[in-house]
């Protein structure tokens, strides 16, 4: 379980990120973040490991407390969150294997990392991960090789291999086309039930996150406007996210898609 | 809709410089050809014309004594010259090992402190750098003795500074996307760097240590003038002698041994990028 108190985030350049966010994700659910491009969604998932040192507030990780770790601290507390980027983030120059085993950089020594000498159970684990994602032919390619949808399959390995109890997702479709990023969105849907790991996925596209995620939270210029259930996210609430539009087009989609709802009851 | 005529933006005009700027860059160009014609007269004033009217005809005259090479000199010249490609490449190997270290604590990026240890990684770059080899192998000459050693030591402290300012700046330029995500993973700083930097790098540490290998090959044929060893003192005896067609020969293998260092260098560095 993940919990977020009052935390707030103001950058150097006197740039307020966030205001005040509160909010909690129980095990095993998949929280959409959506809200405009500058609205602190990148910010708020980088301040619950720390990538960004948040200003005030707490996050706590199954009631430890994350922020005010020491350095040091702070590195086995990330171990325990795994995070897949935008862009992917892998090693280019490394091999696949290389980037789903760095997922456990933060257990093993220097020395064994550096001679790439990880325990024979680590790398048990990336290759049934691999074989999870579909890529374990790939293993000793070079990440560079791979297609966008690809690499992020491996950004996924590499999380999981943490065995983390938490997952940050930060905009994992944002370069990837239709219907590779509804494959990814799928795949960290059910990687998440299967494991019953909570999980925030920051999400540009409303549809996306409409269909895949059990809850959303809105935010506008660091506050949390809307925090519900995928289906109450109406014109009057998406206007409040993002501003006056018509939002037809995704109404329509909403429509459709409770349509095949019924559909698939009856 | 006529945009010329309804839009109310007619009255703005357009111009890529501001006139201050025109006026800078006029002044600047005015200090230009100014300060050309001052230094045109300060060269036209220290030379003695009747050297350069003979100028062709010595010319003509050296080149007369210098051809053509005496190519049974080159049985003395095989020592030397392989003493000349370990001057280069131990100087390189030296330099490129003390040059990586220096450049992790001078980038922005990596280094632990950028108001006490960068300024003095910055200080080791510029010292290196500004000095030149013959002159580092001068100094080196008197305090280790003739010889390859201090070529050797010669060549590795100035490619520190050159190595190290390239590497710098490849490391600065690093993607931050993969550092964060190695960061993200609860990694050590030392294993952020090991993965998240060095893979980045490693095509520059390659591609700038054969640049300056091949740049050190030029330098090391000429230490020898100054006694630290390698092809440099033939040349230095024949030219004490007046052996023109030697000193030819000289030139024509060092000018062999430069092409041929400059192609692996340009193969080197094709394949790696």
Redesign the interface.
């Known amino acids: 379980m993940l919990r977020v108190d009052a935390l707030s985030k103001t950058y150097a350049t006197g740039d307020k990120a966030l205001d005040d966010v509160s909010f909690t994700v129980e095990a095993g659910q998949v929280v959409g973040l959506i809200g405009p491009s500058g609205a602190g969604k990148s910010t708020l998932i980088r301040c619950v ?1 720390r ?1 960004v040192e948040p200003t005030s507030g707490s996050v706590h990780l199954n009631d430890e407390a994350i922020t005010g770790l020491s350095r040091k601290h702070l ?7 795994g ?1 897949i ?1 935008q ?1 992917y ?6 091999t696949v294997m ?1 980037n789903v085993l ?6 093993v020594s ?1 020395w064994r ?2 001679m790439r000498r990880y325990p024979a159970e680590d790398v048990q684990q990336a290759f049934a991960l691999l074989d999870r994602v579909g890529l374990v032919q790939h293993a000793n390619k070079r990440a560079d090789a791979l297609s966008g949808g690809q690499r992020q399959r491996v ?1 996924i390995a ?1 999380a999981l291999e ?1 065995n983390p109890e938490l997952l ?1 997702v930060d905009e994992p479709t944002a370069s990837l086309d239709p219907k590779t990023s509804r494959l990814i969105m799928r795949l960290i849907v059910e990687i998440c039930s299967e494991r019953n790991l909570p999980a925030i996925i920051n999400i540009h596209d409303v549809v996306l996150a409409r269909q895949f995620t059990q809850r959303i939270i809105g935010l506008q210029e660091g506050r949390v406007v809307f925090d519900g259930a995928p289906n109450e996210l109406d014109d009057s609430v998406l206007t409040r996210i993002y501003g006056e539009e018509d939002w037809t087009d995704i109404e329509g989609a909403r429509s459709e898609e409770s349509a095949e709802d019924d559909v698939s009851e009856a | 809709m006529n945009i010329t005529e309804n839009s109310g933006v007619s009255h703005l005009r357009w111009q890529h410089r501001t006139g201050v700027q025109r006026l800078a860059l006029w002044v600047g160009w005015l200090l230009l050809v100014a300060f050309t014609v001052y230094c045109w007269q300060v060269m036209t004033e220290s030379t003695i014309w009747a050297f350069v009217a003979d100028a062709p005809r010595q010319a003509a005259d050296l080149g007369s004594r210098m051809v053509p090479p005496k190519w049974s000199y080159i049985n003395v010249l095989w020592v030397p010259l392989w003493h000349t490609l370990n001057i280069a490449t131990l100087g390189t190997m030296i330099g490129v090992a003390i040059a990586i270290p220096v450049a992790f604590l001078a980038a922005r990026n990596t280094t632990p402190s950028r108001f006490f240890v960068r300024p003095i990684a910055l200080f080791i770059i510029v010292a290196s750098r500004s000095i030149n080899s013959l002159i580092w192998a001068l100094l080196l000459v008197s305090i280790i003795g003739p010889g390859v050693l201090a070529g050797v030591v010669a060549i590795g402290i100035r490619s520190i500074g050159f190595v190290a300012k390239l590497l710098y700046e490849a490391i600065e330029e690093t993607d931050t996307a993969q550092i964060e995500a190695v960061t993200a993973t609860g990694a050590s700083r030392s294993q952020v760097v090991n993965y998240g930097i060095l893979p980045q790098i490693m095509p520059s540490i390659y591609g700038i240590s054969v640049f300056r290998w091949d740049i050190n090959i030029r330098e090391s044929t000429i230490l020898g003038l100054v006694g630290a060893g390698g092809i440099g003192r033939q040349l230095q005896a024949s030219l004490n002698v007046l052996a023109w067609p030697q000193v030819t020969l000289i030139f024509i293998v060092i000018l062999a041994t430069v092409v041929v260092s400059e192609w692996i260098s340009a193969k080197v560095r094709h394949a790696i990028i």
Do not use: C, H, K, P
Not at chain 1, 75 to 81: A, H, L
Not at chain 1, 102 to 107: C, E, H, Q, V
């Open positions: 490991n990538l590195g086995q507390m990330r171990r325990r969150i995070m980027f862009e983030a892998l090693v280019e120059r490394l290389e760095s997922g456990r950089l933060g257990y220097f990392s550096f950004g590499r943490q940050l």
